[in-house]
């Protein structure tokens, strides 16, 4: 269990997942930039949270919803929890992130919405099932299944998101023209030189004890 003060950032899950020379940047050099992207994507959440409690056909509607999880370490913001009436009387939370573009390559946006069910079935102590991601385009909703492969991946990324902070470690630059050239962060990153110039043995060293997660184990 972690204390109240060792908590990070929930959304930093996402960054890691997405890219941990980016969550890096962010999270342990402070370093941030801001795009088109990034700016309409801020946006689209701040009117996500405009209306802070509804009901909407009996469904209870509850806005930037602050969670937080102390086994696994972390806290943020929910966009949207639906609370859904059950038979037997106790609502069914379903939460909904808001995402500006179009789904990922990777499954970086599913670790971050089943990160925030981890944290109310903590909070609550209510089993939740599955949950859902808006995105922009095409302006309709994903549902997300929260199995044991999604969860098992969460929570591998929750324990690396802890020991990479805790060692201070802003891996190397692997450019990839699909994320990097749409990153905010590409001018700070400079991915194409700074890959280049960093040696890849002297960072193995230095996390020798943190190795990488392997996606089939995390699977």
Known sequence: MYSEADLLPLSGLQHLAYCERQWALIHIEQQWAENRLTAEGRQMHDRAHQQREEWREGVHVSRGLAVRSLRLGFSGMVDVVEFHPKPEGRSQPFPVEYKHG??????????????????????????????????????????????????????????????????????????????????????????????????????????????????????
Do not use: W
């Not at 599913?110 to 944290?119: I, N, S």
């Not at 199995?147 to 902070?165: G, Q």
């Not at 805790?166 to 450019?175: G, Q, S």
């Open 102 to 219: 179009r789904p990922k390559p990777n499954r970086c946006d599913e670790v971050q919405l089943c990160a925030q069910a981890l944290c109310l079935e903590e909070m609550l102590s209510v089993k939740v099932p599955r949950g859902a991601i808006f995105y922009g385009q095409p302006r309709r909703r994903t549902e997300v299944v929260f199995d044991s492969v999604l969860r098992t991946e969460t929570e591998a990324m929750a324990v690396r998101l802890h020991a990479l902070y805790a060692a201070r470690i802003t891996p190397p630059a692997d450019y990839s023209p699909k994320k990097c050239d749409r990153c905010s962060l590409l001018q700070v990153c400079l991915p194409q030189s700074a890959g280049k110039r960093r040696s890849v043995q002297s960072y193995l060293k230095r996390s020798l004890s943190i190795a990488p997660m392997d996606p089939e184990e995390a699977a």
